[in-house]
């Protein structure tokens, strides 16, 4: 095995890592603090990764650049869906908040199939099938447009839970509701406002998806499988975990494509899984007890 | 009459009694098993096809034969009444979805384009005695288990991959060309782990003058092929012999454009993926010049004309070209099961099931010598031809009798095509 061609996948798995920690962003959010596990997360995406697609085919606006208005509307989605729908829930059994999240996934997932049908849309950017070299290495240009957008969208959430009285609030809640609720703090609204920035972080990744994979219904389990995954070895609750993860699970399939083979990917994904959860419950960067 | 006069048998005949007799009649008619019914007008066929999943594009693609079927086995005077039925791409679904046509009333089913649910469906069709025809699925152990009421009119992954080889062998010959290497990268799934064994069997014994560097397994569902097209590019194989399906043939060729990689050949042993319409407008030029070593529609065939019209009366918005494969075979065996209830009269399924067994049917669209089963229920006579991509279009181009424009190779580069 050469080392270029180890260090092409180390890249390679690197950049894609970035991505996958982008995906798993907002499951962290919402779990971490609202504590309703989002079983339509991958459904979400994926229809971020349709209105993205139909902004780039009727306005030609760039998935990049989609970002940010398809980030907005589903953070409102998200505030809505948590006052109208969700917050009745979060006082009650995991499995209410499963059926309902799940009846949620079938909903998007059949809405999109009956809209858009089976087959993969694509968005030709004039760019996606750009690359550039580095040395003997070959970087594609769409992956590291992605993994860029990860980083500034991880930063602008860090910044926002630790600069202003709303992330910090946000935090209160997370610690101890009933506590939060006594010293004033709506905690209604912190939820809603924590939900809608949950999917706000699934509607940035599912744009951003769109230059690298073609939406198409299909995608969505698999997807919150990943971020399943990702959260879990990451950190319940932890952003920098989530990424942190994102680039470990990244860097593990990459390499066990080389060293075994690439249908093993999901094998290693899933090993180093097994592995956090015995060494490591509370996942890499969890807080312990 | 009188009450108290005398009659005929053992009771007399009033209102209540024959009401009573009315009902059980009904209810013994209703509740009787298949063959007191199976006299007949016409057959009730279910479609089994994934037309969503993973696998729609095909499924989708195998549908549009089943509509173009209905309207053309009526017009020849069959009488077939189809059921659509979606196996979403999923096995579980394929077994549930088999046996709920059968509880419904199927009395044939089709499909199901897949091999690992074609398996499924034919546990499900030997319980219940119910024909089985597979329209598309390649996996060799279908016909090697002793079903009973199935038959396959497909190529079986080995003779997918034996043709497809000689094949090759024959565009290297027509064009000249000495190709020193190849690897061959298939998808993980049952059909391609099928075509995995068939080549690691045949190759050694083709005699081809190239060597076979690796076999690489993926995952069809992976997000993107790049580690795969990494490895691929660190062997630098002459030829890339490829086992896709719909999705996983697009990332492929994209992540050897953006990885620079530019083999002189790409070319199925048998395969799908690089003829759906889905890889025609996601890639566009760069979908062309793409080989396949599969069977293909006979374009001199009358049936082939027929089926073409009938094809886009059904589906005007859909190419004939493209979906041909899958739809020819697909109405092949609508064909097969409507010929044998003509035969045989009866929907009863063992019954049915031998006149599909003794069909022997000249006039059809897909190449290949008449369609017979032998004693394992495989249809022997299904050729294999060579399609190249070009203008976004499958076109024969080999054998030299059928092929309407010759081959080109090497493959030009990815850059500079329109």
Request: charged content about 15%.
């Amino acid at each position: 095995m050469s080392l270029t061609l180890s260090a092409s996948v180390i890249v390679q798995g690197v950049l894609t890592g970035l991505v996958y920690g982008l995906m798993a962003l907002g499951l962290s959010v919402i779990f971490g603090i609202v504590r309703v596990v989002n079983f339509a997360h991958g459904e979400f995406a994926v229809l971020a990764m349709y209105i993205a697609y139909l902004l780039f085919f009727w306005l030609k606006l760039d998935p990049f650049l989609a970002a940010l208005p398809i980030a907005a509307l589903f953070f409102g989605v998200g505030y809505l869906l948590q006052r109208a729908l969700i917050n009745s829930f979060v006082a009650r059994a995991e499995h209410d908040q499963f059926i309902l999240m799940v009846g949620l996934a079938i909903v998007l997932v059949n809405g999109c199939l009956m809209i858009f049908g089976p087959e993969a849309r694509h968005a030709e950017l004039s760019y996606s099938l750009d690359s550039w070299l580095a040395g003997p290495l070959i970087i594609d240009a769409v992956r590291v447009y992605a993994a860029i957008g990860s980083l500034v969208v991880a930063l602008m959430l860090l910044a926002f839970f630790r600069l202003t009285d709303t992330g910090t609030a946000i935090r209160a809640c997370a610690d101890n509701r009933l506590a939060a609720a006594i010293v004033g703090l709506d905690t209604r609204r912190l939820y809603a406002l924590t939900f809608g920035l949950g999917l706000a972080c699934v509607g940035a990744a599912g744009a951003m998806q769109t230059a690298i994979i073609d939406p198409n219904p299909s995608l969505a389990p698999g997807m919150t499988l990943l971020a399943f995954t990702v959260v879990i070895v990451g950190g319940l609750g932890s952003l920098i975990g989530a990424l942190f993860a994102g680039i470990l699970i990244g860097v593990a399939e990459a390499l066990s494509s080389l060293v075994m083979a690439p249908s093993m990917k999901s094998l290693a994904s899933f090993a180093v899984l097994v592995l956090v959860l015995v060494l490591r419950p509370q996942g890499l960067f969890g807080k312990g007890g | 009459m009188s009450r108290s006069g005398p009659h005929f048998g053992a009771a007399r005949v009033d209102r209540r009694t024959l009401l009573l007799a009315g009902t059980t009649l009904s209810l013994a008619t209703l509740a009787a098993p298949p063959a007191t019914r199976a006299q007949a007008k016409s057959l009730r066929v279910a479609s089994l096809l994934p037309r969503s999943g993973f696998l729609a594009p095909a499924g989708q693609s195998c549908h549009r034969g089943a509509l173009a079927a209905q309207a053309l086995l009526t017009d020849l005077g069959h009488a077939i009444e189809i059921v659509h039925i979606d196996t979403e791409s999923n096995v579980e679904t394929a077994r549930t979805q088999a046996e709920r046509a059968i509880n419904e009333g199927a009395q044939a089913l089709v499909g199901p384009f897949e091999s690992g649910a074609a398996l499924a469906i034919a546990q499900v069709c030997e319980q219940r005695k119910v024909p089985f025809i597979v329209n598309i699925a390649a996996a060799p152990q279908l016909t090697e288990q002793g079903y009973q009421f199935l038959v396959r009119n497909f190529q079986t992954g080995g003779q997918l991959v034996a043709n497809g080889l000689k094949l090759i062998a024959s565009l290297l010959d027509a064009q000249k060309l000495s190709y020193q290497s190849a690897v061959f990268l298939h998808a993980n799934d049952t059909f391609g782990t099928a075509q995995r064994g068939a080549m690691d069997a045949l190759f050694p014994k083709a005699n081809l003058p190239f060597k076979l560097l690796d076999s690489i397994a993926y995952d069809p569902r992976a997000q993107d092929l790049s580690v795969e097209v990494t490895r691929l590019r660190s062997l630098s194989p002459d030829i890339v012999m490829v086992v896709t399906r719909a999705g996983d043939a697009v990332k492929l060729v994209r992540d050897m454009v953006r990885q620079r990689f530019e083999p002189k050949a790409i070319i199925s042993p048998g395969s799908p993926g690089l003829y759906d319409e889905e890889f025609f407008q996601t890639l566009g030029p760069l979908s062309d010049f793409m080989i396949y070593n599969v069977p293909w529609v006979n374009p001199k065939s009358a049936m082939t004309s027929a089926l073409e019209k009938a094809f886009a009366k059904a589906n005007p918005s859909n190419r004939f070209a493209v979906d041909c494969l899958n739809a020819g075979f697909t109405f092949e065996a609508f064909l097969i099961a409507a010929d044998a209830f003509k035969r045989a009269g009866t929907s009863n399924g063992p019954e049915l099931m031998a006149a599909i067994r003794a069909s022997n049917i000249t006039e059809h669209v897909m190449t290949g010598g008449p369609i017979t089963f032998d004693a394992k229920g495989q249809n022997p006579n299904i050729a294999s031809v060579s399609v190249q991509n070009i203008k976004r279009t499958p076109t024969v181009v080999l054998p030299a009798d059928i092929a309407t424009t010759a081959p080109v190779m090497p493959m030009p580069g990815w850059q500079g095509r329109s």
